[in-house]
């Protein structure tokens, strides 16, 4: 067996939760994730399966994203009510267990006084099992903020409803959506709403609301659907992005056989495998590359598991984003940004800034110069208008923190921040990062239960 030892970390026991030393490894072409505890043995996460492309994006990674990144978007827990019990909810019983206050709208006043982002994220728990979200909506409107909602959908069966919340200002809805299978949607949501959903993307696109589907993923389960869901998002232009999330090990998923879980780059090699040759893992990687400097140029926060990539519709069809940039071109200056950043983050910027347009350039970004242009120049400048992109579908292949891949090592570019009131004041409170967050719930939970 080969192996190649690509970084040492620290990472959790998935069983008994306590700090353990890891090492992020290549054997055999594969990257795993290998740590040992005392008391319950060894454990071995799959990484990728794309070795070569994997270590050199680990080391960019960290050549380029420093520690004091800023973070532009926020997480606010509006409520822990919800008219769902997924069997796969990360907070478990918890949820209802948790008697946190809900904060009023006094209280969402007095906290948009003190914080300036200009994106937040209701969640929860179903934000709309608040009677009053749209007065919400509206009050963070008025302070100009971005505003999306994630939610199961359900209410949103009601048309009127749903254009009460386009009218009060909301940007955006991020709709929870497992696929086009009764089966997948029993096994992760307790019930059948394969109809409840497809009613309420028709609805969606009646009243033309930008939407993001959240696609959970587990291998065995739903990974076999990433095409049909790929596919309806390209054909639909109010579908602003598709998000691959893989399923976490949280709350009742932590028994769920191993056999079910996959990593982000696993996901986007299924995607490779069914976009009829337009997508290659090359090109995969090298836009991750593009998308990180873009991320350490701006000092955002971004999570090393997670990755982007970009489509452009042609009528029902689409086109990869390197027809029209030149990504293996631009990955000479990429890996330049990189050397240089270690030795003078100013002029890094410098290079970076002046000369990629030059390195990227097609002919055919003519075509989509305009559309180019004002999502690059709106995501720079956190207005809203890219998250109403028509031309292009953002793919993300993306996870959150669980104990079997938690890495100490990047938690702290982890670009999700939640905010929520306590159990004593209705008062709204930055919760810190969204990892930590997790993995203190499940050591609460633990702590419980023993």
Request: with cysteine.
């Amino acid at each position: 067996m080969d192996e190649d030892l690509i970084r040492r970390t620290k990472s959790l026991c998935p069983v008994c939760l306590n700090d353990v030393d890891a090492e992020i490894k290549e054997i055999d072409g594969n990257i795993y994730l290998l740590k040992k505890c005392i008391k319950h043995g060894h454990f071995k996460v799959l990484l990728s399966r794309a070795a070569k492309f994997y270590r050199k994006l680990d080391e960019y990674y960290f050549n380029i994203m420093g520690k004091e990144n800023n973070i532009f978007e926020y997480e606010i827990w509006l409520t822990m009510r919800c008219n769902m019990d997924c069997p796969i909810c990360h907070l478990g019983h918890s949820r209802c267990e948790n008697k946190l206050i809900e904060p009023s709208r006094s209280d969402f006043l007095e906290f948009l006084k003190k914080n300036r982002a200009p994106f937040f994220v209701f969640s929860g728990g179903e934000p709309t099992c608040r009677d009053d979200l749209i007065e919400v909506i509206r009050i963070f409107k008025k302070a100009k903020r971005g505003v999306t909602i994630h939610t199961n959908g359900k209410k949103l069966i009601n048309i009127s409803y749903l254009i009460e919340l386009k009218k009060s200002g909301l940007d955006r809805i991020n709709l929870q959506f497992d696929g086009f299978s009764k089966r997948v949607y029993y096994i992760f949501r307790g019930e059948d709403l394969l109809e409840t959903k497809l009613e309420v993307l028709n609805n969606l696109k009646k009243i033309d609301m930008p939407t993001d589907l959240n696609i959970t993923i587990a291998k065995n389960i739903n990974d076999k659907d990433i095409k049909d869901i790929f596919n309806f998002g390209v054909r639909h232009s109010f579908i602003n992005s598709i998000n691959f999330f893989t399923l976490c090990y949280l709350g009742q998923v932590r028994d769920w056989p191993i056999e079910n879980y996959i990593m982000p780059d696993e996901v986007a090699d299924m995607l490779v495998e069914v976009s009829d040759g337009k997508i290659t893992k090359k090109n995969i990687f090298l836009f991750q590359k593009l998308h990180l400097a873009v991320k350490s140029f701006l000092k955002q926060r971004y999570c090393l598991y997670n990755q982007l990539y970009i489509v452009i519709r042609n009528k029902d069809s689409f086109e990869a984003i390197d027809k029209y940039i030149d990504l293996e071109r631009a990955e000479f200056l990429l890996d330049l940004y990189s050397k240089i950043y270690k030795k003078s983050e100013i002029l890094a910027k410098f290079l970076l800034l002046s000369m990629i347009p030059l390195f990227l350039f097609r002919v055919s970004l003519f075509k989509i110069n305009k559309d180019l242009l004002n999502t690059a120049f709106s995501f720079v400048f956190h207005t809203t208008a890219y998250l109403k992109s028509r031309k292009f579908l953002f793919i993300s292949f993306c996870t959150g923190c669980d104990p079997y891949k938690f890495d100490y090592s990047i938690i702290h570019n982890c670009q999700d921040e939640i905010i929520h009131s306590s159990c004593t004041s209705s008062a709204l409170e930055n919760c810190g990062r969204d990892g930590n967050h997790c993995i203190k719930n499940e050591i609460n939970r633990l702590k419980v239960k023993n």
